[in-house]
């Protein structure tokens, strides 16, 4: 059966009781806290009739991307690698949802489910902190996205358009991108189509996409404004009040660079290369940024001077202890190869101190050039140096 919902009490009833097609109910409300509670129960809503009256689903089968299973097929890829799309995230999701109810669809007219209500609740969201749009660009203008609710670990895909070719499998590789570098389970793309299969995307029974929900934890979820670029640094030092100075570099890290949205534990490890009577502490930090590459580094070492660093200008000697160390691993996927700013950085992958603690935060992202997980990188590493969690 169908089940009307009490407009004036926001619940819904068992996902499972849905009928043949999905749809499991009628009525309530797109207000933020009736868009939340669906979400959070593996239901959604596909459209609303003329008198504004949603309807929810909940199908049979769940189609999932799982990060680590996207396809990026060889086009793409030089697509990517040529930078001829700027990409950017929250910028302009008004826009973009606008967007994706105006384009033409496959059986489908113009905007036959983004209604003006759909609209304006998945705007109140991305006021909220809750919905985000990943944006491609050409010569300044918008070409190509998609948008999105962030529950917990996953991201929800809503929709995505394009007015150029590639544009919107570019914010899709972006996004993907991202849930990788944050950590995120899935990106629930609720129905079957050929392109996202041709993405990596699979169905799951309904059953199995509600077990993985049970582990969901809200608190997990990344509110606000997600800016345009992820850094991933490590920290670290052996001089003086480790714990103290590295907790110090993490807020000024947040304060100068951007939002630190993931962080490991801290580790306690062996000096690499050379002999010191105190051991370093480690952490890793995923760091969320608008600033360039370049400006990260300028920064980093700012901080790293202000907290004592003393950096030896002697090359001959490399390697010696230090109050605070602040290392710029990846930016992004981007390759870079300047005089002052290696990235991905060169020898990340033959230190072990560096890999454990992404391999806690960031396991299944690839290294850029070696289209290796952090986790594979980590079991071929042959520094047999000591690390161990502090806390």
């Known amino acids: 059966m169908i089940y009307q919902l009490n407009d004036r009490q ?26 939340l509670n669906a979400y959070y129960m593996g239901i959604f809503p596909w459209y609303d009739n003329r008198d504004g ?9 769940r ?35 606008n967007a994706c109810a105006s384009v033409m669809r496959t059986g489908q007219d113009a905007g036959s489910w983004i209604s003006k209500q759909f609209v304006d609740s998945y705007c109140e969201l991305h006021k909220q902190g809750f919905a985000h749009s990943f944006e491609t660009f ?38 993907v991108e991202f849930a990788l570098l944050h950590g995120f389970r899935f990106v629930d793309a609720q129905l079957y189509t050929s ?28 509110r606000g404004r997600w800016k345009n670029n992820s850094v991933v640094l490590l920290i670290g030092g052996n001089q003086g009040d480790r714990v103290g100075t590295m907790m110090r570099a993490i807020a000024e890290i947040g304060r100068r660079i951007g939002t630190v949205s993931l962080l490991s534990a801290m580790y306690e490890t062996e000096p690499w290369g050379f002999e010191a009577e105190q051991n370093f502490l480690n952490q890793a930090l995923v760091v969320d940024t608008d600033l360039s590459a370049h400006e990260v580094l300028t920064e980093a070492l700012q901080i790293e001077k202000e907290l004592g660093r003393i950096r030896n200008s002697d090359l001959t000697k490399e390697y010696s202890s230090r109050p605070i160390d602040i290392d710029l691993i990846f930016y992004n996927s981007d390759i870079v190869d300047t005089a002052d700013l290696q990235l991905p950085h060169p020898r990340m992958h033959q230190r072990r101190f560096v890999l454990v603690p992404l391999d806690e935060i960031i396991s299944e992202y690839k290294h850029p050039k070696f289209r290796k997980t952090i986790h594979q990188l980590l079991e071929e590493c042959e520094d047999s140096g000591v690390v161990k969690k502090y806390f």
């Not at 926001?10 to 868009?35: C, I, K, N």
């Not at 009256?53 to 089968?61: G, H, I, T």
């Not at 809503?158 to 972006?174: I, P």
Request: glycine letters at 8%; one cysteine or more.
């Open 10 to 35: 926001v619940g819904f009833p068992d996902p499972r009781l849905a009928e043949e097609d999905g749809l499991l109910a009628f009525g309530g409300g797109m207000s933020t806290e009736w868009l």
């Open 138 to 175: 050409l010569d300044g203008n918008l070409v190509g996205g998609l948008y999105g609710i962030n529950i917990s670990d996953y991201f929800c895909g809503e929709s995505m358009f394009h007015f150029v070719t590639d544009a919107s499998k570019v914010a899709f590789s972006r996004m």
């Open 195 to 222: 392109h996202l299969a041709s993405l990596g995307a699979r169905e799951i029974p309904r059953d199995d996409f509600l077990a993985l929900l049970e582990h969901q934890d809200i608190n997990k979820t990344y």
């Open 53 to 61: 009256v949603p309807f929810w689903y909940s199908p049979e089968n």
């Open 63 to 97: 189609m999932l991307l799982f990060p680590n299973e996207f396809r990026c097929s060889k086009s793409l890829s030089r697509t990517l690698a040529s930078h001829k799309f700027e990409l950017r995230i929250d910028t302009c999701f008004e826009k973009v949802i």
